[in-house]
Structures are given as C-alpha cells and as structure tokens.
C-alpha cells in the first residue's frame, strides 16, 4: 500500500470513529438495554412502548399513545438483522405497510436508523439516558422543513398500572 493510500485509509477510520460506530453483524446484543417497558413522560397514562429481549435474531415492539383516555395511535415495531447482517428498525404504525431503516449508526448508550426516501420520519433515534430513562426522536424534512419530535421516557414494570412509573 503506498503512503497516499494509506493516508486516505486513516483518515477514513478516524472520520468513521468521529461519527459514531456503523452498526455491523451481531449488533442486536447492543441493543439489549432497551428490551422492557417504557412509558411516556409527555403524554397520558397508558402511553407506552415495550420491547421484549433479543432472541432469534430479533427484538420485537409495541407503542401506544392514549389521549383523553383513548388509544389514537399504534404500532408494531422490530429491530432485526437484515440479509447483510446490518441492523435496522422497521416500522409499522397503526396497520399501515412496513418501513424498514437500516441501521446509521451505533452506540453504547444510542441507536440511529435511517430511511433518506421515506416521507416522514427520516431518522429514527433511541438514546439511553442511565438505566430508567429513554429518550427517542424522530426527525426529517416534512413539507421543507426540519421536523423533529421527541419522547421522552421512563422505565416501567411491564405489568404495572397504567400511570405507575419506576422510581
């Protein structure tokens, strides 16, 4: 390898290392922090999202968010190894068709998936803050403009009342 070409290698990990790590094969163990139940810190009692542990090769999700005591809105969720061994989020919210975004980039402590042709969101983003607390966003270009929304939320036994967050 002559010394341009190397230069060009380094600088390429080091731009690779500064953006975060690129999610790769076996990358759904990392993710095991998220297995469990959360509910929102925004929204009513009942708004919730749970996720069950990684086993053959997936980890499946459920949200709800209730408003005025009704459930508005759902969705089924999974993270799974694509063909390619890349992780990806895939999405499907209240009965509608199945968006699938591959994995962008992965960390100890974040996740973010990305579908640049979806409509909205582009971007899909859960960060653990500790071991109670998740943060999750959604963010992309809607109508020009960026748009970002963001859920807050706190652990939960899974078989608590609705309204009753961990401490």
Same mark, same amino acid.
Request: proline residues 6%.
């Given at each position: 390898?002559? =010394?341009? @070409?190397? %230069?060009?290698?380094? *600088?390429? =990990?080091?731009?690779?290392?500064a953006? $975060?790590?690129?999610?790769?094969? $076996?990358? /759904?163990?990392?993710?095991?922090?998220?297995?469990?139940?959360?509910?929102?810190? +925004? *929204?009513?009692?009942?708004? #919730?999202?749970?996720?069950?542990?990684?086993?053959? $090769?997936?980890?499946?999700?459920? @949200?709800?968010?209730?408003?005025?005591?009704?459930?508005?809105?759902?969705?089924?969720?999974?993270?799974r190894?694509?063909?390619?061994?890349? /992780?990806?989020?895939i999405?499907?919210? @209240?009965?509608?068709?199945a968006?699938?975004?591959?994995?962008?980039? %992965?960390?100890?402590?974040? *996740?973010?998936?990305?579908?640049?042709?979806?409509?909205?969101?582009?971007?899909?983003?859960?960060?653990r803050?500790?071991?109670?607390? %998740? &943060?999750?966003? =959604?963010? $992309?270009? &809607?109508?020009?403009a960026? &748009?970002?929304i +963001?859920?807050?939320?706190?652990? #939960?036994?899974? +078989? *608590?009342?609705?309204?009753?967050?961990?401490?």
């Amino acid at each position: 390898m002559n =010394i341009p @070409s190397t %230069l060009a290698l380094a *600088a390429l =990990i080091n731009a690779s290392a500064a953006a $975060g790590a690129v999610a790769a094969p $076996g990358d /759904l163990e990392k993710m095991r922090w998220l297995a469990g139940c959360w509910q929102s810190q +925004d *929204a009513e009692p009942g708004s #919730v999202e749970q996720w069950t542990a990684a086993a053959g $090769g997936t980890m499946l999700g459920l @949200s709800r968010t209730v408003k005025q005591g009704q459930t508005v809105s759902f969705e089924f969720m999974q993270l799974r190894e694509l063909p390619d061994g890349r /992780l990806a989020f895939i999405a499907q919210p @209240s009965g509608r068709s199945a968006t699938v975004f591959p994995a962008l980039r %992965l960390t100890e402590a974040e *996740a973010a998936f990305e579908s640049p042709t979806h409509d909205f969101p582009q971007r899909v983003v859960y960060a653990r803050d500790g071991a109670e607390r %998740l &943060r999750a966003r =959604i963010e $992309g270009q &809607r109508n020009g403009a960026l &748009r970002t929304i +963001d859920f807050p939320m706190v652990r #939960v036994a899974c +078989d *608590a009342p609705a309204g009753a967050a961990s401490k």
